[in-house]
């Protein structure tokens, strides 16, 4: 029974064929099939930015911001001035809808 068994699996073709034909396209395989592409390798990003000729550290970026942010906590805010009461705007009046007068030769009957 073991026998037929294993004659069933390998589709009734002796062990050294199915090796054989392993070994051909064993190349193929390994060539084509399981081969991946080479990773893709990311470029170092700096950490540094050259602007006109000297390089800003995040250090000297987060001073910058602080420095920013303090010049702005001591300005006052701008009050905006009301419009006299002679240049307020008025509201605006009702659109009313009018009849268009159709030229006579386009009226209809």
Do not use: C
């Amino acid at each position: 029974m073991q026998s037929k068994l294993a004659n069933f699996q390998r589709n009734g073709t002796p062990a050294q064929v199915q090796r054989a034909k392993w070994l051909r396209a064993k190349h193929v395989v390994q060539q084509d099939v399981l081969v991946l592409p080479a990773p893709v390798r990311k470029r170092k990003q700096r950490k540094t930015v050259t602007v006109a000729g000297s390089l800003l550290t995040q250090e000297l970026l987060d001073e910058i911001a602080s420095a920013q942010e303090a010049t702005r906590a001591k300005r006052p805010k701008r009050v905006q001035k009301k419009a006299p009461a002679h240049l307020a705007p008025t509201p605006a009046a009702p659109l009313v809808s009018m009849p268009i007068a159709l030229p006579p030769r386009m009226q209809y009957e």
